[in-house]
């Protein structure tokens, strides 16, 4: 009886494993972070249409061409650049502007909210210049992933 009911929690416990491993492997950080921060200006689908592009004085970019635009390369230290506020876009304003803010900026005290899981990635210190620089790395990641052939 005993040897019975161990069989049924392992084939639980493998089966609980598996769905586990499905669902991480359908959930793409990099996209969620791009439609919470970036989808309302450059579109859902990076294409620059997003519902707020007509009425910016400047149209956004379609991120899908960036590596055409560059040699068929992606430029993966510039878009990062541009996202962290290392490099300035005039489009974005001032880093106070765009509509994420200090969404990522690597200041103590995050102004928002944070899913749960950045922090255990961020390690024993928790950094907050930790977090925000795995999701810039999980939006340019994206990016990359969403280039025109």
């Known amino acids: 009886m005993i040897a019975d009911v161990l069989k049924r929690l392992m084939i639980a416990a493998l089966a609980a494993g598996f769905a586990s491993a499905v669902q991480a ?22 294409r620059g249409k997003g519902p707020v592009s007509g009425q910016l004085k400047v149209p956004p970019s379609d991120l899908t061409v960036l590596a055409k635009t560059n040699g068929g390369v992606f430029p993966t230290n ?4 541009v996202i962290h506020g290392a490099k300035a876009v005039a489009a974005h304003g001032t880093r106070d502007m765009p509509i994420w803010g200090e969404r990522f900026n690597p200041i103590v005290g ?40």
């Open 25 to 46: 492997e359908d959930l793409d950080i990099g996209k969620a972070e791009f439609q919470s921060s970036c989808a309302s200006c450059h579109g859902a689908d990076g």
């Open 78 to 81: 510039a878009v990062f650049e």
């Open 110 to 149: 995050l102004p928002h909210t944070v899913d749960p899981s950045y922090w255990k990635l961020a390690g024993p210190d928790k950094a907050p210049e930790v977090v925000v620089r795995m999701r810039i790395l999980a939006v340019v990641d994206y990016l990359s992933r969403i280039q025109q052939k």
